[in-house]
């Protein structure tokens, strides 16, 4: 099962260059380090304007999550905005806004930088285009029918009312 959702992930947020019209982040993935503590995350511009994004270490990523309950499916409480090469990218449920630009689009060496005002603190931060996700960490829960479930159990256990951030849009 997990190799199945895994697999899902990457094949939707998989993107050559990560940026698909050369200006647009509809679609694409970014690895950003926050200059304050040099702490990694992963984000993602979803086409429709929604938003994705993780805490990562180590190599793996630990998803934000969002309350899904009265989401409905391809609908995201995340937004992002972009007028040319300027962008706001902001997750409402865990308190994460990001604004900034772009810049080399269209280039494999495209390049997000901006600051991140997360609970009141300010990081300015960089990012690089990733073309797949990473691993996603043991012990995580991935949501099946917007709740959540261990993924230690071949069905799952269900825990909380909650979708996660690296899921595709209106596959909860």
Known sequence: MRSFLLAAIGIVLASPTAIADG???AGSLWECTRASDRSR?????????GVGGGELENGEVSPYIFDASRMKP???PGKWEQT????????????IRIEG??????????RLTGTE????EHSAI???????????????????????????QD????????????QEPGRR
């Open 74 to 76: 391809g609908e995201w």
């Open 117 to 120: 005002t997360s609970s009141g």
């Open 155 to 166: 069905d799952g256990e269900l825990k909380v009312p909650a979708g996660i951030s690296l």
């Open 101 to 110: 630009s772009l810049s080399g689009p269209g280039q494999a060496n495209a």
């Open 126 to 152: 960089t990012c690089v285009a990733l073309s797949k996700l990473p691993k996603i960490g043991d012990g995580l829960v991935i949501p099946k029918n917007g709740r959540f479930i261990d993924l230690d």
């Open 41 to 49: 995350f992963v984000i993602t511009f979803y086409p429709g304007r």
């Open 84 to 95: 040319g090469q300027r962008f706001t990218w902001t997750f409402p449920d865990q308190s």
């Open 23 to 25: 200006l647009s982040l």
